[in-house]
């Protein structure tokens, strides 16, 4: 017993974290946002993006990979937007996939 307590003297101290101004984190240990996130119209406003250049069909896709942030998307350049296409499926269909690379939410 006396070896484990000497043991359990000498593990390393759980690292902290740096402050965060995004986060804060609570006595009970979950972290919460220190104010709301600014409000960028979600996925309605991704998938009205994507109809308005002809590309709704990828609206669910959009969705299930995480990209519901017009303003993020809105700032990938081309090779990101290569990324995002081959994340959705898009780069199954050369033209759209083409069409999204190219010219992102812009028109062609």
Do not use: C
Request: charged share 20%; net charge negative.
């Amino acid at each position: 017993a006396a070896a484990a307590a000497a043991a359990a003297s000498f593990a390393p101290p759980a690292p902290s974290l740096p402050p965060s101004r995004l986060f804060e984190l609570l006595p009970d240990g979950r972290t919460v946002h220190k104010e709301a996130p600014p409000d960028n119209g979600g996925m309605a406003a991704v998938a009205d993006a994507l109809g308005r250049i002809g590309l709704q069909s990828y609206v669910a896709a959009f969705d299930s990979e995480g990209f519901d942030d017009i303003d993020f998307l809105l700032g990938l350049d081309r090779a990101e937007r290569a990324a995002v296409a081959t994340a959705t499926g898009m780069d199954a269909k050369p033209g759209h996939a083409g069409k999204w690379v190219k010219f992102g939410f812009g028109e062609p």
